[in-house]
């Protein structure tokens, strides 16, 4: 049996002031871009798809990693997913007619919201089901 470490309230919340932060950032900046409702509806949709796959993926390898089962078809559609996601936004962002400080502030609130999510996702999985002060055993 696995002992998986508790994680401390700071980096608890320090993940979920990260997602908080670039999920927000990103979400104000497309509510107050000046492109067209389809465009913005593209940019929010690639970040709801990005953030779905690494949580995923996170799972997927944390499973790996644990000995729990997971098909190698599931675990390639999730790193083909997140590839996907971050390819999109990028050839979003390259043939956008934005400034390239706006290209850099949606690129960075992307990266910061997958980091983020992972790090949440993480945070959730090890504290799920432990007692205070005490170490969570892997899950059976």
Same mark, same amino acid.
């Given at each position: 049996?696995? %002992?998986?470490q ?11 002031g ?6 927000? +950032? #990103? ?14 509806? #593209? #940019? ?5 798809? /990005? ?8 799972? %997927? $390898? ?27 936004? %990028?050839v /979003?962002?390259?043939?956008? %007619? ?7 502030? #949606? ?9 983020? $999510? ?9 504290? /799920?089901?432990?007692?205070? /002060?005490?170490?969570?055993? +892997?899950?059976?």
């Amino acid at each position: 049996m696995q %002992t998986v470490q508790r994680p401390t309230a700071a980096f608890v919340g320090a993940s979920w002031g990260a997602l908080l932060i670039g999920g927000s +950032a #990103y979400l104000i900046g497309l509510w107050n871009a000046q492109m067209q409702l389809n465009e913005k509806g #593209y #940019y929010l949709t690639l970040l709801l798809f /990005g953030l779905f796959a690494a949580v995923s993926l996170q799972k %997927t $390898v944390r499973d790996r990693s644990e000995g729990l089962p997971v098909t190698g078809i599931y675990a390639g559609l999730c790193w083909v997913s997140l590839i996907s996601a971050i390819l999109l936004l %990028t050839v /979003g962002l390259w043939n956008a %007619t934005l400034a390239p400080s706006e290209k850099g502030f #949606y690129a960075m609130s992307f990266v910061l919201s997958l980091f983020a $999510v992972v790090a949440v996702q993480k945070n959730v999985r090890d504290l /799920g089901g432990a007692r205070p /002060g005490e170490p969570k055993a +892997a899950m059976e």
